[in-house]
Every structure is written in structure tokens, then in C-alpha cells.
């Protein structure tokens, strides 16, 4: 059974502190993982694509990480700002149609002063 | 280019009533999809829908629920005699193409309660 299994489960920090979120997954056949971004009440907005050969692309502060070996993948935020607080939910992709996605359960992160 | 339109945002049925939830996917975008997310869960997929054809209704429910993206207007998502237990979000997406790499982009989502 295809699964996105994400840590923490929600998380607190400082403006301005960085902070990484973890994501494992059993899905095959492989073909990618995204991150998205949910901001409370509205849809997920994309924030990195990768495929099976990319071990790391960064949007801006966010940067991610792919272990295709280890099934393994991180969102790393630098310099967080209090607009960073949301839900951060790892997506991976079977290859077929792009139906065939399997969501995490999101991380929630709040950004405080 | 406007997004992905849903509507209405919010949504409130009585048990027993029929909800109409509605997407308009990006111009030039014939792929749409649905997904529900319950409260505290992940988003879970429902059906994907071609112009005018189902192409994959596997995380449909067997009963009260339909979909249908005709050739023109809306894909319509439809739930029947509404339960308590149907009350979420209902994400809609689209995408270009098809594929597993393809960009997916979501709407705002509506969110449906059962009084």
C-alpha cells in the first residue's frame, strides 16, 4: 500500500530560525515528490518538484532533499518568516496518470515572534 | 489567467439534501481532478475526469456520489442525501496534461458541512 508518512506533526519556531521537515514514503512505481504549501482555508500551492536522479532543488528559502535509496525526503526553510506558517505536505507521485498521487498528512508549522 | 475556480467556498446542507460542488479548471486545462480532506487528515484522491469521460473513479464512494466535466462548463462534483460523515474540504485540481510528472493546480476548495 502506497504511504507519506511525515514529521514533525506540527511544529513551532522563532521568526527568523530555520527549520526541516521530514517526509518517508512507500510508493512505487516511484516517479516524483513534491512539497506543497497550505495555508489555512485555501488550496495547496506547489513549492518544489523532483525526480528520481534530483537530490536537491530550492525555491527561494525552501530548499528539498530526495533519497530515492532511503525513500527519504526534507523541506529545509532558511530565515523563516511569520507568512511561512501552514501546512507543509509532502506529495509522491506513481507513475501512471497524474492521479495517482499519495498525500502525507501535512506538517504544521507556526512561525512566532 | 485565473486559476482554478471553485465554488461556493462554503456549503452548508441538511442531512438528507444534495450538495452540487463545482470547479472550473485553468483555461486550456482539460484534466480534472477531486480529492476530499477531512478534518486533521491528508487530502485523499477521489476521481479524475477527462473532458466528457471518467478516467479513474477509484477513490469514489460506491454510492451518493457522482462526478461529471461535460464538454461545456464546470466539472461538477455531486453528493446525494448528504451525511454528517460527508462533511469536509473538496479540492479541485487541473492540469494540462496527464502523466505523473504533470504540475497539478489546486483551487481554494470547498468546504461542505452537514447540519
Known amino acids: 500500500k502506497n504511504q507519506v508518512e511525515q514529521s514533525p506533526q506540527s511544529l513551532i519556531i522563532l521568526e527568523g530560525k530555520n527549520c526541516t521537515l521530514q517526509?518517508?514514503?512507500?510508493?512505487?512505481?516511484?516517479?516524483?515528490l513534491r512539497w506543497y504549501k497550505q495555508d489555512t482555508g485555501r488550496g495547496p500551492v506547489s513549492l518544489t518538484i523532483?525526480?528520481?536522479?534530483?537530490n536537491t532543488k530550492s525555491n527561494g528559502r525552501y530548499t528539498a532533499t530526495l533519497d530515492a535509496d532511503t525513500k527519504q525526503s526534507s523541506l529545509h526553510i532558511t530565515a523563516s518568516q511569520l507568512s511561512d506558517s501552514a501546512s507543509y505536505i509532502c506529495?509522491?507521485?506513481?507513475?501512471?496518470?497524474?492521479?495517482?498521487?499519495?498525500f502525507g498528512t501535512g506538517t504544521r508549522l507556526q512561525v512566532t515572534l | 489567467n485565473a486559476g482554478v475556480m471553485q465554488n461556493p467556498r462554503h456549503l452548508v446542507r441538511r442531512r438528507g439534501q444534495e450538495a452540487r460542488l463545482r470547479c472550473s479548471p485553468m483555461k486550456g486545462h482539460s484534466h480534472v481532478y477531486w480529492y476530499r480532506q477531512l478534518p486533521e487528515e491528508g487530502l485523499k484522491f477521489m476521481v479524475y475526469l477527462q473532458k466528457e469521460n471518467i478516467i479513474d473513479e477509484s477513490g469514489m464512494p460506491k454510492e451518493r456520489f457522482s462526478a461529471e466535466f461535460p464538454k461545456e462548463g464546470p466539472s461538477i462534483l455531486r453528493i446525494q442525501q448528504v451525511v454528517r460523515g460527508d462533511s469536509a474540504a473538496y479540492f479541485c485540481?487541473?492540469?494540462?496534461?496527464?502523466?505523473?510528472?504533470?504540475?497539478?493546480?489546486f483551487g481554494q476548495g470547498t468546504r461542505l458541512t452537514v447540519v
Open positions: 485540481a487541473s492540469s494540462f496534461l496527464t502523466g505523473g510528472d504533470t504540475e497539478a493546480f
Open positions: 517526509c518517508n514514503y512507500t510508493v512505487s512505481p516511484f516517479s516524483n
Open positions: 523532483m525526480t528520481f536522479s534530483e
Open positions: 506529495v509522491v507521485s506513481a507513475t501512471g496518470t497524474a492521479s495517482k498521487l499519495t
